[in-house]
């Protein structure tokens, strides 16, 4: 049997506010998303990545609780230049999103930057140095 890494879910507390971050990162959602309990947006490579609320986990997963502390997910966008990095973090804190860490030159070749999703999970910015 062959397995293929096919969907990367988060849970979200507000669905309205998950979908309107992640359509900021280039993410497509259907019209209409913000209402559901359950969205997905297909990438580009065939990967889906989904949105579900609380209230649809707890149907079929009424024991479940959100992880205390720190993220446990760290979701990474790849940006055109250093300077979309530096552009799209100012964008995304202008907007209102939580800022996590400041853009700055990584020791490994990339300009980074982090700012945190609605629900807290951290979402990495970077581009190649050179």
């Known amino acids: 049997m062959t397995l293929r890494f096919d969907m ?26 913000e209402s559901e309990g359950h969205v997905e947006a297909t990438l580009p490579n065939g990967l889906r990545f989904a949105l579900d609320t609380v209230d649809v986990i707890l149907t079929f997963d ?49 300009r980074y930057a982090v700012v945190k999703d609605p629900d807290g999970n951290t979402v990495d910015l970077f581009a190649p140095l050179s």
């Open 62 to 110: 009424p024991a479940w609780k959100a992880p205390i502390g720190s993220s446990r997910v760290g979701l990474a966008f790849l940006c055109r230049s250093p300077e979309d990095v530096d552009a799209k973090f100012a964008d995304l804190v202008a907007s209102g999103v939580t800022p996590h860490k400041e853009p700055w030159d990584a020791f490994w070749g990339q």
């Open 8 to 33: 990367i879910g988060l849970v979200v507390l507000d669905m309205a506010a998950s979908v309107a971050f992640y359509r900021s990162l280039g993410l497509t959602f259907p019209e209409g998303a």
